[in-house]
């Protein structure tokens, strides 16, 4: 059947039709604008044994990028130093204050050092983000687990070393351990190999063989989103 509408009947609403799908999608390309920038933000989860690698290759990806990155301020009860600012280099807070965040599951994750507790808080990684810059978190194997379980929509990194053996001729070559430290990494570094070798446990995983090589790998992935 072909129906004849009267002119007026269809023309007006057509030509509102233009205009709402045009202004749909001129939203849909702001959104997707949007989106795209939000997914270049994203934060970056850098994990690996210790020695691997990790200090080395982000310090050179500073140098390069120096305003392209931003770090989460961690909370901790600790008092301010001569010089610190609440929000500048922590949020300084009180025992009772820390421990109701840990209640409400704000933290990533946190620990206890000096009768001091210090934490990483979702909302502190997200700030970041929300300043134009990329949050990068270099953590270990039970942070990266904790983050997961967020809703941080981060990206995930592992540096891998070439062996166990170079690993342990590096972290000796650092000359920042005793013999009984480097043996604690080593054995915490075959645990966080088994996890990276578990399918979909990182995005990338780059074997900082060659530093270039790897730096280059690193640079693309975290810069460039060329995964
Ligand atoms: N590709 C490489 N080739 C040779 N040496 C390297 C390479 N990458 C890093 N190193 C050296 O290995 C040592 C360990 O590197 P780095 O301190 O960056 O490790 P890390 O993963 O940050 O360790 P941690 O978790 O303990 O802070 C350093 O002395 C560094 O100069």
């Known amino acids: 059947m072909f129906l004849h509408f009267p002119r007026n009947f269809y023309r007006k609403p057509t030509s509102n039709l233009f205009r709402s799908l045009f202004s749909f999608i001129s939203t849909m390309t702001d959104l997707e604008q949007m989106d795209s920038i939000a997914e270049t933000l994203r934060p970056v989860v850098v994990s690996g044994p210790s020695g691997s690698g990790k200090s080395t290759l982000l310090n050179r990806l500073f140098q390069d ?4 990155f931003g770090f989460s301020v961690s909370h901790t009860t ?3 130093r001569p ?7 922590y949020h ?18 946190y620990a206890e050092f000096s009768g001091n507790l210090y934490g990483t808080s979702i909302a502190a990684v997200k700030s970041v983000s929300s300043q134009g810059k990329i ?3 270099d953590i270990e194997l039970n942070g990266v687990k904790a983050v997961k379980k967020t809703d941080l929509n981060t990206r995930f ?6 062996s166990l053996e ?18 604690a990494r080593l054995n915490a570094a075959e645990e966080e190999l088994a996890y990276a070798n578990q399918e979909g446990s990182h995005d990338i995983v780059i074997t900082n063989d060659d530093l270039d090589t790897a730096y ?3 640079k693309n992935f975290i810069v460039e989103d060329k995964s």
């Open 166 to 183: 170079i690993l342990k001729e590096r972290l000796l070559g650092r000359k920042t351990e005793t013999e009984e430290s480097i043996q």
């Open 78 to 80: 600790r008092s301010p």
């Open 216 to 218: 280059e790998k690193f």
């Open 92 to 109: 300084f807070i009180s025992r009772d204050e820390f421990v109701n965040l840990i209640k409400e599951n704000k933290f990533i994750e």
């Open 83 to 89: 010089g610190e600012v609440n929000g500048v280099q």
């Open 157 to 162: 990194v592992f540096i891998k070393p070439p």
């Open 135 to 137: 949050c990068i978190l």
């Open 65 to 68: 990028y120096p305003a392209k």
